[in-house]
């Protein structure tokens, strides 16, 4: 069993549907990342948190350290939101532990 | 430079050879890691440096791979004897460590392709 696990794998939507992606870790964590992967590899990082809930833009993050739970919800979704996201916890010395991403494709 | 940069971007080579891959991370960023992934996979972590030294370097799959960063800035990532299994798109990321940051900004990575 991976210590990081996202659900679902593949995610289709039609634009303008809203989005959610989970990811449950099993290790104590000092924070999560969420990720953008495009093809072609290029990551971004979209949110770094430690508790309760980030906003950027259409894109939301929330994290529940009790569950080891976490969740990225993309409202008003796009086709340029099709990417891989991935999460990854952060353990002790800066490591991370990446989950194996769930790819997104967004439809018009 | 503005962001991460790694060179080369692409690399065949044949199986034995030795590889050397490169990583500049952002100026100033004193934590640097490198992980590798593979096709349809996760990053796997590999190394993790703050400043000069392996701060961390459980993740190398075995004594083939090596990594250097001399002057806390530029860091290689040093394969030897390189097997088909090695093949893979080597990432690297960099962070500016502190209280309130820790923000990852990755390199678009080096594909390594072992023949």
């Known amino acids: 069993k991976n210590e990081v696990e996202q659900s679902p794998q593949n995610l289709t939507a039609q634009e303008g549907e809203f989005i959610t992606i989970n990811c449950s870790y099993s290790v104590g964590i000092s924070a999560l990342h969420w990720l953008q992967q495009h093809p072609g590899g290029g990551i971004v990082s979209l949110f770094m948190l430690s508790s309760g809930k980030k906003k950027h833009g259409r894109l939301i993050a929330t994290i529940n350290i009790q569950e080891k739970h976490s969740s990225l919800h993309i409202t008003a979704s796009h086709p340029r939101d099709s990417a891989v996201y991935i999460c990854?916890?952060?353990?002790?010395?800066?490591?991370?532990?990446f989950g194996t991403g769930t790819r997104l494709q967004v439809f018009p | 430079g503005a962001g991460v940069s790694q060179t080369p971007s692409n690399k065949v080579t044949e199986k034995g050879k030795y590889v050397e891959l490169r990583c500049d991370p952002i100026s100033g960023h004193t934590a640097l890691y490198w992980y590798r992934q593979s096709l349809g996979q996760g990053p796997e972590f590999l190394i993790y440096?703050?400043?000069?030294?392996?701060?961390?370097d459980s993740g190398l799959p075995n004594d083939r791979f090596f990594a250097v960063r001399p002057e806390g800035s530029v860091s290689t990532l040093k394969i030897q004897r390189t097997e088909r299994g090695d093949s893979a798109v080597y990432l690297c990321?960099?962070?500016?460590?502190?209280?309130?940051?820790?923000?990852?900004?990755f390199g678009e990575g080096s594909r390594l392709t072992v023949l």
């Open positions: 990321a960099s962070s500016f460590t502190g209280r309130h940051t820790g923000e990852l900004f």
């Open positions: 440096f703050q400043g000069t030294g392996a701060a961390d």
């Open positions: 990854a916890a952060k353990r002790g010395t800066d490591k991370l532990i």
